[in-house]
Protein backbone atom coordinates (compact mmCIF):
# COMPACT_ATOMS: atom_id res chain seq x y z
CA UNK A 1 0.00 0.00 0.00
CA UNK A 2 1.04 3.45 -0.58
CA UNK A 3 0.14 6.13 1.24
CA UNK A 4 0.31 9.80 0.06
CA UNK A 5 0.43 13.21 2.17
CA UNK A 6 -3.27 13.70 1.26
CA UNK A 7 -3.51 10.61 3.16
CA UNK A 8 -5.24 8.82 -0.18
CA UNK A 9 -4.28 4.79 -0.41
CA UNK A 10 -3.43 3.11 -3.54
CA UNK A 11 -3.15 -0.69 -3.76
CA UNK A 12 -1.65 -1.95 -6.75
CA UNK A 13 -4.31 -5.04 -8.90
CA UNK A 14 -1.57 -6.36 -10.83
CA UNK A 15 2.42 -6.00 -11.29
CA UNK A 16 4.25 -5.41 -14.31
CA UNK A 17 4.79 -8.90 -15.38
CA UNK A 18 1.00 -10.11 -14.60
CA UNK A 19 0.05 -7.42 -17.02
CA UNK A 20 -1.28 -8.64 -20.59
CA UNK A 21 -1.23 -5.99 -23.32
CA UNK A 22 -3.73 -7.42 -25.40
CA UNK A 23 -6.09 -6.47 -22.73
CA UNK A 24 -5.24 -3.02 -22.19
CA UNK A 25 -6.01 -0.17 -24.79
CA UNK A 26 -4.82 2.68 -22.68
CA UNK A 27 -2.59 3.96 -19.70
CA UNK A 28 -3.28 6.80 -17.44
CA UNK A 29 -0.13 7.93 -15.33
CA UNK A 30 -0.62 10.04 -12.49
CA UNK A 31 1.80 12.72 -11.32
CA UNK A 32 3.76 12.42 -7.69
CA UNK A 33 5.70 14.41 -5.47
CA UNK A 34 8.96 12.30 -5.87
CA UNK A 35 8.94 11.27 -9.63
CA UNK A 36 12.43 11.30 -9.38
CA UNK A 37 12.58 8.22 -6.49
CA UNK A 38 11.43 5.95 -9.88
CA UNK A 39 14.41 6.75 -11.73
CA UNK A 40 16.52 3.78 -11.40
CA UNK A 41 13.34 1.18 -11.89
CA UNK A 42 14.03 -0.25 -15.17
CA UNK A 43 11.24 -2.73 -15.13
CA UNK A 44 8.91 0.26 -15.35
CA UNK A 45 10.80 1.70 -18.63
CA UNK A 46 10.82 -1.47 -20.33
CA UNK A 47 6.75 -2.24 -19.53
CA UNK A 48 6.30 1.59 -20.62
CA UNK A 49 8.32 0.83 -24.28
CA UNK A 50 6.08 -2.25 -24.52
CA UNK A 51 3.19 -0.39 -24.15
CA UNK A 52 3.97 1.92 -26.85
CA UNK A 53 2.02 0.78 -30.03
CA UNK A 54 0.06 2.71 -32.81
CA UNK A 55 -3.10 1.14 -31.33
CA UNK A 56 -2.35 1.90 -27.26
CA UNK A 57 -3.16 5.52 -26.16
CA UNK A 58 -0.79 6.71 -23.30
CA UNK A 59 -1.81 9.56 -21.17
CA UNK A 60 0.40 11.22 -18.93
CA UNK A 61 0.08 14.50 -16.44
CA UNK A 62 2.09 16.76 -13.77
CA UNK A 63 5.72 14.98 -13.35
CA UNK A 64 5.25 11.83 -14.87
CA UNK A 65 6.20 12.80 -18.11
CA UNK A 66 9.12 12.34 -17.07
CA UNK A 67 8.53 8.57 -16.86
CA UNK A 68 8.20 8.45 -20.66
CA UNK A 69 10.88 10.33 -21.55
CA UNK A 70 13.39 8.52 -19.20
CA UNK A 71 12.04 5.50 -21.82
CA UNK A 72 12.68 6.82 -24.72
CA UNK A 73 8.84 7.62 -25.54
CA UNK A 74 8.31 11.11 -25.92
CA UNK A 75 11.00 11.81 -28.73
CA UNK A 76 9.44 13.63 -31.34
CA UNK A 77 6.11 14.31 -29.60
CA UNK A 78 4.85 17.71 -27.87
CA UNK A 79 3.95 17.29 -24.58
CA UNK A 80 4.14 19.10 -21.18
CA UNK A 81 5.39 18.29 -17.82
CA UNK A 82 5.18 19.90 -14.56
CA UNK A 83 9.40 20.36 -14.00
CA UNK A 84 11.04 23.40 -14.19
CA UNK A 85 13.56 24.08 -17.27
CA UNK A 86 16.29 23.32 -14.92
CA UNK A 87 15.18 20.14 -13.28
CA UNK A 88 14.34 19.22 -16.81
CA UNK A 89 17.83 20.02 -17.90
CA UNK A 90 19.26 18.03 -14.94
CA UNK A 91 17.59 14.41 -15.19
CA UNK A 92 18.84 15.22 -18.86
CA UNK A 93 16.22 12.56 -20.35
CA UNK A 94 14.20 15.85 -22.26
Given at each position: ??????????????????????????????????????????????????????EKVIASISSSPFLLAKAGILRWKKY???????????????
Amino acid sequence: MIKGESGLSCIADSCFDEINLEEIDSLLLPGCMDVMSLMDEERLFEFLKKVTTKEKVIASISSSPFLLAKAGILRWKKYTVGMTEEDKEKVGVF
